[in-house]
């Protein structure tokens, strides 16, 4: 089993710690897994997790309100959702060049989601987005080629979030110096006709 920590995000720290306001106990429901996405979908009461070493990405989901409301000792299983089965993976050059990290630039590190749907995805080669559009589900969304944003020159990149003020999205590197780089408001993609 695997345990989600909530903690309200401090003015400050006081003494380096903080206090939890929420905790769930989760599996898998196929055995264990490596999963370093994790976003919370505010609008629909969901926790999404992505895959990160399996082709297609899994994307599963939590009930947000378990973290708050589950009994001590509950397990919840997380509930495989959709599949990203359009997510670039590594060329045979990539492989070709460095057998060892080329064949783990696609996978994914980290995912962040806007309000209005927006999902980013932090892969080691690229950040990519995609549209959920108001009514569609996941499995419909993840359909979708994913958007590349260009971002390729950061060292392992690891983190990726949305400001929820002002949609800007800032992703960075584990590796330090981290650079921090912030994209101004993405806006959602025009559909012909529009």
Do not use: N
């Amino acid at each position: 089993t695997l345990e989600l920590i909530v903690v309200e995000e401090p003015g400050a720290l006081r003494d380096g710690r903080v206090t939890p306001v929420g905790r769930m106990t989760f599996r898998w429901p196929d055995g264990p897994r490596d999963c370093e996405g994790v976003a919370v979908d505010g609008v629909r009461g969901d926790v999404l997790l992505l895959s990160k070493r399996r082709v297609p990405a899994q994307l599963f989901r939590l009930p947000l309100e378990a973290i708050f409301t589950a009994p001590h000792g509950t397990v919840s299983v997380a509930q495989e959702i959709a599949r990203l089965t359009a997510l670039p993976q590594p060329t045979a050059q990539e492989v070709k060049i460095s057998s060892r990290l080329g064949r783990y630039r696609a996978q994914i590190s980290g995912i962040a989601l806007r309000d209005d749907g927006l999902l980013a995805i932090q892969t080691y080669r690229d950040t990519y987005v995609l549209w959920r559009e108001p009514g569609q589900s996941w499995r419909q969304a993840m359909r979708a080629v994913p958007q590349s944003l260009g971002i390729s020159a950061l060292p392992q990149p690891e983190s990726v979030a949305f400001d929820p003020r002002t949609g800007d999205l800032f992703v960075a590197s584990e590796r330090i110096p981290s650079p921090l780089i912030r994209l101004r408001r993405i806006d959602a993609p025009r559909h012909a006709g529009d």
